[in-house]
Structure formats: C-alpha cells, structure tokens
C-alpha cells in the first residue's frame, strides 16, 4: 500500500459533466430547457430571481483574478471620461464653433493638464516594489474607460506594469481603453459592486476632475470612512480650484452638515510627486508602533 495512489478527487470536473451534458441524444425532454445544467442555463440565471447569485458571482470572480494576480492592494484613480490629453483638447478647441462650445473647450484644454498628472502618477504608483511574499501593492486601477482612467491606465503600462480596469456595462458602447492588462480587464452590471471593487484593494484612491460618477464614487468613499465603515486611507482631490469652485466644502461645515475635521478625510494636491509623498507618509506613519 505505500506506493499507492490517492486520488485527490473522484467526482468528475464541472467542465468535463458539462461536455459530456452538450452531447446528449436529442429528445423532446433532453432538448427542453428544464434539462439543461443550471450553470449553463443562461435563461434560468438570468431570471429576477437569480438576482442574488449573480451579485455573488459578480462579488467572486473579479476577487479570483486579483487573487491569482498576486494583487494584494490598489491604488484607484477617480475622474472624468471627458477631459481628454492636451493635444486632443487642443483640437477639440479648433473646431469649436458657438461661444458655448468655445468656453467648454477652453475649459477642457485647461483641465487636460490633468491626463498628465495622472499618466505620471500611474508611472510612480507602478514602480512599487513587492513586498517579500511577492504580492503587488499600489496597483494602478481605473474604471477602465477613455481620458483621465485612460492616463492612469497609460501610465501603468509605460512602465511594464500590469494595470487594472473595472468597466461597466452602460446603454451606449464602451470599450475598455487600450492601456488596461486584458487579463485584469472586468466587466459589471452593478454598480454596487464595482464599487465595492473600486475599495475592497484600495490603499490610495486619487479624484480628479469629473462629473457625476466621479462625485458618486469619491463622496461615497468620504461617507464611508467619515462613518468608520472603512478605515482611513490617502484620499487626493486633485485641482483645488475645481473642487472648490464645484462644491464648497467650507459651506458644509459653516452650515454644520460636516464636521472640521472632516475635511481632513482628503488632500488638495496637484502634481503626482506631491500626491505620492502624501500616500507614503500615510502610511509610513500609520506603521509606527504608538509611543
């Protein structure tokens, strides 16, 4: 018995019951969909009822990737699908036509000094060394779509780093940009969890400026840790004078909706040497033991 063999499992792979489930004689019941496998019923696990396993595959799956990938932590990047690299801001000015366009556009060229930070801050978060168990940290992640997620995206793999992009599936067609590693390319149908992906890793989330879904995300990652639902991490607003002139946070605290303190949850910043510093003092003061 000494050079026997155990067998480390005898029940046969989900993969191979389901080849052999796809060769079934055809009959009126093996051709009725009640006979199809559960897992490959797209009809059955699309049903309104299935809802819940459908958040719990889309929970799993991107937490495997990342796993396999030796990911052990993020470093998101926040901002807007809209303000597109200076040369193609420029452009965009040449053809503006009305005075509405022409104001747009010249906001957008001031804004385009932006996608720059953020390729570079790409550049730097990427060149962090991994840790002695070989896991990668301050992996560059974006939602995975056009101008400043684009940059950050860009920035990763300029420097042969693997980057992350979560995109979503929206009504009009969305690509993921080029830069994104297609192995850490994801897609969702929720939101919620996204989001919860957006943060799950993060260990450094940066907000550029955008529009709603920026909003939405970086006002909900304040909440959460304002709350203390999540700990404290490095969060950079980037463009003082956009966030201030879009959203006055000193009026929150004058009218008392927010507390002072509050508004150390963020820091103003606007270059990407400067945002970094901030995270690596984060967090090397965090690691020092209380006196």
Request: glycine share 6%; with cysteine; hydrophobic share 40%.
């Amino acid at each position: 018995m000494s050079d026997t063999r155990v067998p480390s499992r005898v029940f046969r792979p989900a993969q191979q019951e389901a080849e052999s489930a796809n060769t079934a004689t055809g009959t009126p019941q093996t051709e009725h969909p009640a006979y199809r496998l559960a897992f490959q019923d797209m009809d059955f696990l699309l049903r309104e009822d299935l809802r819940p396993i459908r958040f719990q595959l889309e929970l799993l799956k991107p937490q495997l990737l990342l796993d396999e990938a030796n990911i052990a932590s993020t470093f998101v990047i926040y901002g807007s699908a809209r303000i597109p690299e200076p040369a193609k801001a420029e452009a965009v000015l040449a053809l503006a036509e009305t005075d509405q366009q022409k104001r747009i556009a010249n906001s957008l060229v001031a804004k385009s000094k932006y996608y720059d930070v953020a390729r570079r801050l790409g550049q730097i978060a990427s060149n962090f060394p991994l840790d002695a168990a070989g896991k990668r940290h301050f992996v560059v992640t974006s939602g995975g779509g056009p101008s400043i997620m684009e940059a950050a995206n860009r920035g990763a793999r300029d420097v042969g780093a693997e980057t992350i992009g979560l995109n979503i599936v929206l009504p009009h067609e969305q690509a993921p940009n080029p830069y994104v590693t297609p192995g850490l390319s994801m897609q969702f149908h929720y939101f919620a969890l996204r989001k919860m992906h957006f943060l799950l890793h993060a260990r450094a989330v940066a907000v550029f400026p955008g529009g709603f879904g920026t909003f939405d995300e970086s006002f909900e990652l304040l909440t959460l840790i304002q709350t203390g639902k999540v700990d404290p991490i490095p969060v950079l607003f980037y463009g003082k004078e956009f966030w201030n002139r879009v959203v006055n946070f000193e009026a929150l605290c004058d009218e008392g909706v927010i507390s002072p303190r509050d508004l150390n949850l963020f820091h103003f910043c606007e270059t990407a040497e400067e945002g970094w510093e901030i995270v690596q003092d984060f967090w090397r003061n965090k690691e020092k033991p209380a006196a």
